[in-house]
Nanobody, 117 residues
Framework: QVLLVESGGGLVQAGGSLRVSCAAS????????MSWFRQAPGKEREFVAGVNWSGGSTNYADSVKGRFTISRDNYRKMTYLQMNSLKPEDTAVYYCRATAPGSVYYWGKGTLVTVSS
């Protein structure tokens, strides 16, 4: 079992920056990738960014490329999402997801990011 806890959400003005964090605990040796997803009010949950366990390979949704950066700190068992040049349309609950072999997924409870115009 893997437990994920997100933090760092809050209110920020458009054009500002925010970093959200995901702390992992439990049987983390089984994880092979970490991802961030988000869900805006009334919308489906969508992929934002992903990173493999070593941190050497990342991928991003087109809507956040060049503005968001995903990173990992394996020693601290943390995954981060640095968000720059935030837009009102980035407002959402941001969720951390861990992927284990066999396409087993673990989700955190989310952290709310609100971007004001």
């Amino acid at each position: 079992q893997v437990l994920l806890v997100e933090s760092g959400g809050g209110l920020v003005q458009a054009g500002g920056s925010l970093r959200v964090s995901c702390a992992a605990s439990g049987i983390i040796f089984s994880i092979n990738a970490m991802s961030w997803f988000r869900q805006a009010p009334g919308k489906e949950r969508e992929f934002v960014a992903g990173v493999n366990w070593s941190g050497g390979s990342t991928n991003y949704a087109d809507s956040v490329k060049g503005r968001f950066t995903i990173s990992r700190d394996n020693y601290r068992k943390m995954t981060y999402l640095q968000m720059n040049s935030l837009k009102p349309e980035d407002t959402a609950v941001y969720y951390c997801r861990a992927t284990a072999p066999g396409s087993v997924y673990y989700w955190g409870k989310g952290t709310l990011v609100t971007v004001s115009s």
